[in-house]
Structures are given as structure tokens and as C-alpha cells.
């Protein structure tokens, strides 16, 4: 099993920047990707960023010069670094992993998402 915990999460001004962490912990494990999505009140939960384990990284169009992905290897740690916030912005953000899960002499592929963080952006 894999745990994600995030924080960073809260309430800004228009304009204003937050950063969000995403901490993964519990069984041996490698990721292949991992994320963030989020999901404002009666809209679908859709993808924010994304970094694979090759370091490439994917945008929302809506974000992309505003927000930056990265990751502390060392830490097992995703940050999302949110600038120039809109209130459209405000939504719960969710961390997503895509982890292979060492078991003895075996792996497993699984997904995890974290409890979710609320943004809000007020104008």
C-alpha cells in the first residue's frame, strides 16, 4: 500500500500563488507518473499536471504558464507551484500516482489518490 498526503492548500487573492506537496509513502515502490487533478463544485475531476519518471511533464491548457510541476526524489515528494491564481481556479486538487508496489519477489501496478486539498481563489 501507498499513502499520499498533500497539503499546501487554502484561500488567496486573485493573482496570488500557493504550493501544493503530495508526499508518498508506505510499501517499496516506483513511481511512473504522478500528478495533480482537480475538481470544483459540479464539474468533472480533470487533470492539472502531470510529470512521468522520465521527467516529462503535461499541462491543462488552462494553467500551463502559471503552474509547474516538479518532484524531490530524496523526499518522494510532487509540488505544484500555482501562480497568477484565478478565482476559476478554485477547486479541491488531488494527488494521483501511478506506482509499481514491490511485494517479495513480485510488483503490482496500481493507481492512489490523495485525500484532496481545497484551493479557493477569491476576486
Known amino acids: 500500500q501507498v499513502q499520499l498526503v498533500e497539503s499546501g492548500g487554502g484561500l488567496v487573492q486573485a493573482g496570488g500563488s500557493l504550493r501544493l506537496s503530495c508526499a508518498a509513502s508506505?510499501?517499496?515502490?516506483?513511481?511512473?507518473?504522478i500528478g495533480w487533478y482537480r475538481q470544483a463544485p459540479g464539474k468533472q475531476r480533470e487533470l492539472v499536471a502531470g510529470?512521468?519518471?522520465?521527467?516529462?511533464?503535461n499541462y491543462a491548457d488552462s494553467v500551463k504558464g502559471r503552474f509547474t510541476i516538479s518532484r524531490d526524489n530524496a523526499k518522494n515528494t510532487v509540488y505544484l507551484q500555482m501562480n497568477s491564481l484565478k478565482p476559476e481556479d478554485t477547486a479541491v486538487y488531488y494527488c494521483?500516482?501511478?506506482?509499481?508496489?514491490?511485494?517479495?519477489?513480485?510488483?503490482?501496478?496500481?493507481?492512489?489518490w490523495g485525500q484532496g486539498t481545497q484551493v479557493t481563489v477569491s476576486s
Open positions: 508506505g510499501s517499496p515502490f516506483d513511481i511512473n507518473a
Open positions: 494521483h500516482a501511478d506506482v509499481f508496489v514491490y511485494y517479495g519477489l513480485g510488483r503490482s501496478r496500481d493507481v492512489y
Open positions: 510529470l512521468s519518471s522520465s521527467g516529462s511533464t
